[in-house]
């Protein structure tokens, strides 16, 4: 019903930069929160940044100013996470979820994409 795709994902040298996008598509009555999601090699799955309806925000201590996630204000099923000064732990898979109202009778269910990895690396 609800679908997202993750894009922007690739090959960076520590210190660089890279920005994600994700993008949902389907049967969307309405969207709420849409959050960055990683998981490195032989780690738990964690979450990076969430982004409100609001347009507040909450990030992982560890990408706080470096990280910057937003949305599309033209486009709210859209959303991108500006990576800045990328580490080597930075590496993972990114996968996007989002907060999804398919009908307004329905409660909010939540949506995944298949993710994009991002590696840091010289």
């Known amino acids: 019903q609800v679908q997202l795709v993750e894009s922007g994902g690739g090959l960076v040298q520590p210190g660089g930069s890279l920005r994600l996008s994700c993008t949902a598509s389907?049967?969307?009555?309405?969207?709420?929160?849409m959050t960055w999601h990683r998981q490195a090699p032989g780690n738990q799955r964690e979450l990076v940044a969430r982004?409100?309806?609001?347009?507040?925000?909450?990030y992982l201590d560890d990408v706080k100013g470096r990280f910057t996630i937003s949305r599309d204000n033209t486009k709210p099923t859209t959303a991108y996470l500006q990576m800045n000064s990328l580490k080597p732990e930075d590496t993972g898979v990114y996968y996007c979820?989002?907060?999804?109202?398919?009908?307004?009778?329905?409660?909010?269910?939540?949506?995944w994409g298949q993710g994009t990895q991002v590696t840091v690396s010289s």
């Open positions: 982004i409100h309806r609001s347009g507040s925000t909450t």
């Open positions: 389907g049967k969307i009555f309405n969207i709420y929160n």
């Open positions: 979820e989002a907060a999804v109202k398919t009908d307004w009778n329905v409660p909010v269910d939540d949506y």
